[in-house]
Nanobody, 125 residues
Framework: QVQLVESGGGSVQARGSLKLSCAAS????????MGWFRQAPGKEREGVAA???????RYANSVKGRFTISKDNGKDTLYLQMNDLKPEDTAMYYCAADFRYSIVPPLVAGLFGYWGQGTQVTVSS
């Protein structure tokens, strides 16, 4: 049974930093791609960043230059380093993964079959 567990969320002032972690377990082969999504109250879930098994990354325009996605294959852990945080980054952040092949790591929620429970990030001005 696949399990994804996020951690690292919290409250921070604008221009601060946070690093989210996602520990993966219960699978016998590597995910083809993993990603971070976020959902603010009253808004749809949006893709933030994704990374493929070969290390190719993809970012939403709103976070380019501020967020960095990475993974430690030895620890089966996905990370999201978030710098220069803004109040509009406030949301529940979710880790997601899938085994299916994709030419580039997607940022579409429907293409991810496995999800964590989320970790809250709150940025105050």
């Amino acid at each position: 049974q696949v399990q994804l567990v996020e951690s690292g969320g919290g409250s921070v002032q604008a221009r601060g930093s946070l690093k989210l972690s996602c520990a993966a377990s219960g699978y016998t082969r590597s995910f083809y791609y993993m990603g971070w999504f976020r959902q603010a109250p009253g808004k749809e879930r949006e893709g933030v960043a994704a990374i493929a098994s070969d290390g190719v990354t993809r970012y939403a325009n709103s976070v380019k230059g501020r967020f960095t996605i990475s993974k430690d294959n030895g620890k089966d852990t996905l990370y999201l380093q978030m710098n220069d945080l803004k109040p509009e980054d406030t949301a529940m952040y979710y880790c997601a993964a899938d085994f299916r092949y994709s030419i580039v790591p997607p940022l579409v929620a429907g293409l991810f079959g496995y999800w964590g429970q989320g970790t809250q990030v709150t940025v105050s001005s």
